[in-house]
T-cell receptor, first 116, second 117 residues
Framework: GAGVSQSPRYKVAKRGQDVALRCDPI?????LFWYQQALGQGPEFLTY????????KSGLPSDRFFAERPEGSVSTLKIQRTQQEDSAVYLC??????????????FGPGTRLTVL | AQSVTQPDIHITVSEGASLELRCNYS??????LFWYVQSPGQGLQLLLK??????LVQGIKGFEAEFKRSQSSFNLRKPSVHWSDAAEYFC???????????????FGQGTILTVHP
């Protein structure tokens, strides 16, 4: 079966533009995570969904970042008024069951966002 | 707050040589521990994980890791490296406190592995 897919794979935005990044998790996966990976760094947690409920958004760096998963499957990460410091690879991961370390997270290839 | 340290940013080895990538964590209790590999343009792939029990864990692609509580370490090893192992490797932890952690991963900054023929 298909893995986690993300689109677009690359996005270039001018400073101040809004962007939307899409994640298609593995079908049937309950949990969905977003991570941000800056150049030369490890991924950092942004937010977590269990089905359509956003249970943890403690990692979102500012109120310009917004994520949703309205039907418990596809998720969108939206960044408003992009800034240069938002340039990073945005990774999505899904896991089969409810959140917990026992459930392996499967990662998508990421979206590389460059803000000029 | 928990943290993960990978002291080596870049390691170069010859094909066929042994490999050890270091990982140290800072956390009050034993967390759940993971190693991931990231190849260019690819998503992160889980190599192995440690939850409890035997402190030497085996993973895919011939990798193993050993948990040492006294040193707060979880080093990744491979006896003989292949050119296809060239990639970036990340150590990660999850807080061992059940559902309230939601399984969110805290990653180290990564170690880039270069393999010379």
């Amino acid at each position: 079966g298909a893995g986690v897919s993300q689109s677009p794979r690359y996005k270039v935005a001018k400073r101040g533009q809004d962007v939307a990044l899409r994640c298609d998790p593995i079908s049937g996966h309950v949990s969905l995570f977003w991570y941000q990976q800056a150049l030369g760094q490890g991924p950092e947690f942004l937010t977590y969904f269990q089905n359509e409920a956003q249970l943890d958004k403690s990692g979102l760096p500012s109120d310009r970042f917004f994520a949703e998963r309205p039907e418990g499957s596809v998720s969108t990460l939206k960044i408003q008024r992009t800034q240069q410091e938002d340039s990073a690879v945005y990774l999505c991961a899904s896991s089969l069951a409810e959140g917990g370390a026992y459930n392996e997270q499967f990662f998508g290839p990421g979206t590389r966002l460059t803000v000029l | 707050a928990q943290s993960v340290t990978q002291p080596d940013i870049h390691i170069t080895v010859s094909e066929g040589a042994s490999l050890e990538l270091r990982c140290n964590y800072s956390y009050g209790a034993t967390p759940y521990l993971f190693w991931y590999v990231q190849s260019p343009g690819q998503g992160l792939q889980l190599l192995l994980k440690y939850f409890s029990g035997d402190t030497l864990v085996q993973g895919i692609k011939g990798f193993e890791a050993e948990f040492k509580r006294s040193q707060s370490s979880f080093n990744l090893r491979k006896p003989s490296v292949h050119w296809s192992d060239a990639a970036e490797y990340f150590c990660a932890v999850v807080q061992n406190r059940g559902g309230t952690s939601y399984g969110k991963l805290t990653f180290g900054q990564g170690t880039i592995l270069t393999v010379h023929p």
